[in-house]
């Protein structure tokens, strides 16, 4: 009895220890990045100070839009802001051309102009590029002010 119990035991340890030693196909598919925390759209992270906050960068090409969500460090929760509108400076071959994004409502989160963690952006550009360089000109999030902040689009800023 107490010797069947042993054997499962070590049967079930050499299970274990075999399994970690392979690659999970999940991990050997997902891109190299030491990142632990994840765009919750699959979008391009930009960090704002010191992993303070990220702006979360999703285009649409279909109808030529840009949509900036307001995350937190971990880029897990979405952080509400004040923010009447603000830009983002994008370079595309070699021409300058600005991004007004505008606060959006969602009645199913209850957030308001003024008070949203989303902002959209839309240019015809949009439709057909998808790689450029931006800065954020001056964005406010709850005090901080961050000015001149640059980035890749799709690449993102995140250097973790
Ligand atoms: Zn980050």
């Known amino acids: 009895m107490n010797r069947s119990l042993l054997v499962l035991l070590v049967a079930a340890l050499a299970t274990s220890l075999s399994c970690s030693k392979q690659p999970a196909s999940s991990t050997a598919a997902a891109p ?5 925390h994840k765009a919750p759209h699959g979008g391009t992270a930009v960090e704002l100070g010191n992993e303070a906050y990220h702006l979360e960068l999703v285009r649409d090409a279909v109808v030529g839009k840009l949509s900036a969500y ?14 009447p509108s603000f830009d983002i400076v994008a370079v595309i071959s070699g021409q300058q051309t600005t991004l007004t994004f505008k606060p959006v409502a969602n009645p199913a989160t209850g957030e308001k102009v003024g008070d949203t963690s989303l902002f959209e952006a839309q240019a ?11 800065v954020v000109l001056d964005l406010e999030i709850k005090g901080t002010t961050f000015k001149a902040v640059g980035f890749n689009f799709p690449k993102g800023n995140d250097k973790e």
């Open 32 to 36: 190299a990045t030491k990142h632990e």
């Open 124 to 134: 015809e550009w949009l439709k057909g590029t998808d790689k450029f360089d931006g």
């Open 70 to 83: 307001v995350l937190d460090g971990e880029m897990e929760n979405f952080i509400r802001i004040a923010a």
